[in-house]
């Protein structure tokens, strides 16, 4: 039998320069869903050829690369725009490379932006498309789920209402699992070695985020510090160069003098671990926070304007992954607003974590839910038991090889020889 040939197409949701990734080399690398997809095809089907747009790390796991997405990394729209002819290359030799390589399946991941170009084209040559971690149309955009129709043959859903929402939608779907769980080493809690509870700070791992949420951070750990002298309090940063940042915004910072706020980079596994409470950033690290059954607030700053546009599109209940799975309705109607609350309100109770899409600061919101976790066992104990349930469903390894089985099962049926392709 010929070996099956599977084009695996990705590109991040904010292209990562390879600076970005570590400036330190020992650092932990987190490996992408799209080079783990590609390590359990060839685990499954060693003679499987894999083909495709990504980065070091699909390269490492086997894929011959048409292109280094890497080398592309476009943060803003404006960068987009002054880029597009780069996406416009990478799209024709992508598709010249459907012409060569003739592969069974085309798989993206992530990044519908430019994958819709993809899929156009892999569409016209008759080559089935799969989309992995598909694009979160069910929150923002639900108007793009008949461009998915029309150009996506099948789902490799990551969340159990999302796989449910796509099959509404009359779309072909398979619940893999979400993929953050195949490299997430889920230890049991630690928080003996130190007596003193700590109280996590997550800023994010972008930028932006970092300056929006930091501030509110730090005032909301003071609270917690003059309701719990015996707390430790750490700030979790992605590499040195946020925490360099961030060391130097603590230093302006009026409310931080005093409170001993340790700034560690490359060790936020390690720090969850030990965590008796956290803040954090909305983000994917809230999945990492429930594998490790942290008690969590939730907080994202944005501008007024920012708040009434996202509300004219929003479908989804909640803004973190965690609180979807927990609530019993996760997508629903839009509800606009015309302006923003003149004072940040109170958190939904249907959150396990209690999450603020707040225009003002929501810090002594924040750091009330934190003391609580400290020092009442019963509020601690009932978050967890909640975040037991929720990961009894969701927390277990096996997404990428889930998906590699049914990429296969997929591609098996144009497995066979066939006349080269012909451009349309």
């Excluded at 230890?187 to 994010?204: E, Q």
């Excluded at 004219?312 to 803004?319: E, L, Q, S, T």
């Excluded at 015309?338 to 899409?357: K, N, S, W």
């Amino acid at each position: 039998m010929p070996p099956r040939r599977t084009w695996v197409a990705v590109v991040l949701r904010r292209p990562v320069r390879h600076t970005d990734v570590s400036l330190d080399a020992s650092l932990p690398i987190r490996p992408l869903p799209a080079a783990l997809l590609v390590h359990a095809l060839r685990a499954a089907r060693p003679d499987v050829e894999c083909v495709g747009l990504g980065g070091p790390q699909m390269e490492a796991a086997g894929c011959r690369l048409v292109a280094d997405m890497t080398r592309l990394a476009v943060m803003w729209f404006l960068r987009v725009l002054v880029n597009i002819h780069r996406f416009v290359d990478l799209a024709r030799r992508a598709e010249r490379s459907f012409l060569d390589a003739r592969p069974d399946v085309c798989v993206l991941v992530d990044f519908p932006g430019f994958h819709w170009w993809l899929a156009w084209r892999a569409k016209r040559h008759g080559i089935p498309v799969v989309f992995y971690c598909p694009p979160q149309v069910w929150a923002w955009a639900q108007w793009r789920v008949k461009k998915m129709r029309r150009l996506v043959d099948h789902v490799l859903a990551a969340l159990p209402f999302e796989h449910e929402w796509f099959r509404g939608q009359g779309m072909q779907s398979t619940l893999v699992g979400h993929p953050f769980f195949d490299e997430l080493d889920v230890r049991a809690h630690d928080v003996g070695r130190d007596p003193r509870p700590l109280v996590l700070l997550l800023p994010g791992s972008r930028s932006q985020e970092i300056e929006g949420v930091l501030g509110t951070l730090v005032q909301a750990a003071a609270v917690v510090r003059r309701s719990v002298p015996t707390a430790r309090l750490a700030i979790a940063a992605l590499h040195e160069r946020h925490a360099r940042r961030i060391e130097e915004a603590l230093r302006t910072n009026v409310s931080a003098r005093g409170l001993g706020i340790e700034v560690q980079a490359g060790q936020t596994r390690r720090l969850i671990g030990q965590a008796a409470a956290a803040i954090a950033c909305s983000g994917s690290v809230s999945l990492e926070l429930l594998a490790a059954r942290v008690p969590t607030v939730i907080v994202y700053r944005i501008s007024g304007l920012a708040y009434v546009v996202q509300s004219w599109f929003r479908h989804a209940r909640f803004i973190t992954l965690v609180n979807l799975l927990a609530c019993r309705e996760p997508i629903g109607p839009v509800r606009p607003v015309l302006r923003p609350p003149a004072e940040v309100p109170m958190a939904d109770p249907e959150a396990v974590y209690p999450e603020y899409l707040a225009v003002q600061d929501p810090a002594t919101r924040a750091a009330a839910h934190v003391v609580e976790w400290l020092v009442d066992p019963r509020a601690r104990r009932s978050v967890g038991d909640r975040l037991d349930a929720i990961a009894a469903d969701v927390v277990r390894g096996g997404s990428a090889a889930r998906a590699a089985a049914a990429v296969l099962a997929i591609a098996a049926p144009s497995a066979t020889p066939c006349p080269r392709r012909q451009a349309a």
